[in-house]
């Protein structure tokens, strides 16, 4: 099968290309945002500006008039971030592009399961020191087993550890 385009169109498609995805890739994706919409997608937003910045690769829907582009956290590749998660973009962003080891769809998907569940449990903040130790430290990884055996501060409050009634019961030598 052979497919025209424009000399626009293939310098972008070019562009788009990486060692991680072909132009065969590209195109399948094009046709299945073509057929299915925008589903889960909440890092496009809408442009102002007819072009592109670098690092973004402009998309456009048929039931949009305007462009919308999608924001790319590296290089290399762009990444979706789950809605609740975008807050710290740009904490995940540095983490990523200075963490050791594999950087595979599979890792990032696991990096959003993991933060997703620190989030619920302990909060943006938790999420956040994690993340800043994580990018200077160069970590494999952030995870939540690893965050509720080493990240908490495991001593007891003061308040815990105080018993009342066995105080009340101590006779005093005065």
């Known amino acids: 099968m052979q497919l025209l385009i424009s000399g626009d169109q293939k310098e972008w498609l070019d562009l788009q290309a990486t060692g991680l995805r072909n132009k065969s890739a590209i195109i399948r994706d ?58 710290h973009e740009d904490l995940i962003g540095a983490f990523w592009k200075t963490k050791s080891g ?17 989030q619920d449990k302990y909060g943006d903040r938790v999420v956040r020191d994690q993340l800043e130790l994580a990018a200077a430290n160069r970590w494999k990884g952030v995870s939540f087993r690893n965050y509720e055996q080493f990240g908490l501060n495991k001593q007891p409050s003061r308040d815990s550890e105080l018993d009342f009634e066995a105080l009340d019961k101590i006779k005093m030598p005065w």
């Open 30 to 87: 094009l046709i299945d945002l073509a057929r299915n919409g925008l589903v889960g997608c909440d890092t496009l937003a809408e442009r102002t500006r007819d072009t592109p910045e670098q690092g973004e690769a402009q998309v456009s829907g048929a039931s949009s008039s305007k462009a919308v582009t999608k924001k790319k956290l590296t290089n290399t590749s762009s990444k979706l971030l789950p809605p609740s998660l975008q807050a």
């Open 102 to 118: 594999a950087k595979s769809d599979a890792g990032w998907k696991l990096l959003m399961t993991e933060l997703g569940k620190i």
